[in-house]
């Protein structure tokens, strides 16, 4: 059996490389792929989160093998590679968002820092804190002062003061001395990474790195000078981003947020213009072509389109852990890869499942794109620490085909609704403003319907019209069976006895017909004792006189003896009879 059948991908993939002890550990937003050297080789760069509290590395793999290291000085929240000016050779540099602070790497080596912006201070803590710097208030008034700040402030109080409140009493004069004497300061930290492409859309082209920060808001700086070109507000913190267009021209950021939400920001909009409001919050952001795909904390993948209209929804087997995109440009082939818990890797093109592959380990981040010389690489690292690298057949086909239950793929097909006519828009008109007029218009008429039929109903019980009896001491059914071609007819009765334990005896069997077009051997018959719950068939022939082609309605009373009217009536209709009399 080959490695493409245990792997259950149907044979899609080679397995090019497995380290389960590389010791990787990091996230989607924390992977690229670029050619660092200019020589037509990309390479692996990995934000690796190390233990957490230290041994945070930005790590560059060439091949299999590990090419170089340096330490970080914070967790990295995101990582990018991008083209910064338009030198040659045509060589990107590595942004790497931690804290802060962007650190960008040219040539594998520190080139520049950028750190963001200070936020506004609140007035009242500076003041507090000045008068704890002249001595006039003790450490247990500052705590007080500072809860109150806190409680009432529209301006969020800085680290410091909060680091200072979650403190023990026998902690708080020592911490006092030592900070006392420095300015207060707030500082925002960066949440995701993305880059922007500056004037012209070409893979080499120069981009802006676009940021979102812990203060809810979005900066894209330019790659040269890093300054900020643009500057964003958000109702909520970002948390993943997506970028797509040029600066200079027109461009759209994707944005899922802390809150839920997804927002959509455009050119020369300081807010979002589009506002997605999801029923869970995102782990995923995706964007397909002109759409974009969220994975969600339900087990749910859903498709929305640029404006935020849902286009589909489908549940997975196992919580979402990451995504990230398939771009295949050679063969113009775009889908979504899906990192589950159950230790899957589906890939989906909208809602349809094209490919899955098991992995020996639960996967924490995918990348694919151009690895060494190979453009069909994916790339995943687990939650143990290991490197797996796949490369993908030139002879892999992926099936359209919706192979899950549910609806056909032809009803998510967008329908050409017609204009609204005059006509229609008058009618529309009218109905709001009669709506309550037409409405009890409506109830009456189905008071109306509803009374007459309730006279008709009792008028057919209180007449025995029925072919079931009202009676309680009587309770009858009764159907009938019309057998043969003509012009003889077998008439078989079928009556029930639905008490349920009192026998029914003296009944008599009636017809009422035309003498001029049917004869009847005995019309008048006399019924046996009626045991309930047994059907009891009565069988008589009927005689077709005529040679007209015509039929007529037989009527079946049931009697009882020393009552007048019948207990039940049926009307059978009789069929045409298709042969002449014979005397």
Known sequence: M????????????????????????????????????????????????????????????????????????????????????????????????????????????????????????????????????????????????????????????????????????????????????????????????GTLKKSTADEDGVSCLVIGTESSEVFVLDPEAFIILSKMSLPAVPTIMDVTGQFDVEFRITVACRNGNIYILRRESEKPKYCIELSSHPVGLVRVGKNVVVGCTDESLQGFTQKGKKLWRTVLAAPIITMAAMDLPTRGFQAVLVGLANCEVQLYRDKNLLSSIKTPDTVTSICFGRYGREDGTLIMTTKGGGLMVKILKRTAVFDDRDGAPGPPLAQSVRLNVPKKTKLYVDQTVRERENGLAMHRAFQMDLSR?????????????????????????????????????????????????TAACRPVMNLAISFLYDENLYRMRTPYMKIPLLVPGLIYPVETFVECTSDKGISDIIKVFVLHEGKSSPLLTAHINMPVSEGLTLN
């Not at 710097?133 to 402030?153: A, C, H």
């Not at 403190?167 to 900070?179: C, G, S």
């Not at 007459?452 to 025995?464: D, F, I, Q, T």
């Not at 003889?488 to 009556?495: D, G, M, Q, V």
Request: overall charge negative; some cysteine; hydrophobic content about 40%.
């Open 2 to 193: 080959s490695s493409g059948e245990l792997s259950g991908d149907g044979g899609k993939w080679l397995d090019a490389h497995y380290d389960p002890v590389a010791g990787l550990y990091t996230f989607s937003s924390c992977v690229d792929l670029a050619d660092l050297s200019g020589d037509g080789e990309s390479r692996l760069v990995v934000g690796d989160l190390g233990l957490g509290s230290l041994g945070m590395k930005l790590k560059v793999y060439r091949g299999t093998a590990l090419m170089s290291e340096s330490a970080l000085l914070d967790l990295p929240a995101g990582l990018v590679a991008f083209f910064m000016d338009l030198h040659e050779p045509r060589i990107p540099a590595v942004a790497v968002a931690s804290g802060p602070c962007i650190y960008v790497y040219k040539n594998l080596r520190p080139y520049f820092k950028f750190t963001l912006p200070s936020l506004e201070v609140n007035t009242l803590e500076q003041d507090v804190w000045q008068q704890v710097k002249e001595g006039q208030i003790d450490p247990l008034t500052l705590k007080e002062m500072l809860e109150d700040i806190r409680n009432k402030g529209d301006v969020p109080l800085s680290v410091r003061s909060l680091r200072f409140l979650s403190l023990e009493q026998q902690e708080m004069d020592e911490f006092v001395q030592l900070h006392k004497q420095q300015p207060i300061r707030r500082q925002t930290v960066i949440t995701c990474i």
């Open 449 to 497: 319907m509803r009374l007459a039929a309730a006279k008709a109903y009792v008028k057919a019980l209180e007449s025995s019209l029925t072919p079931m009896s009202s009676s309680l001491s009587e309770p009858l059914k009764m159907n009938a069976v019309v057998q043969g071609l003509g012009p003889s007819f077998k008439l078989t009765l079928n009556i029930q006895n």
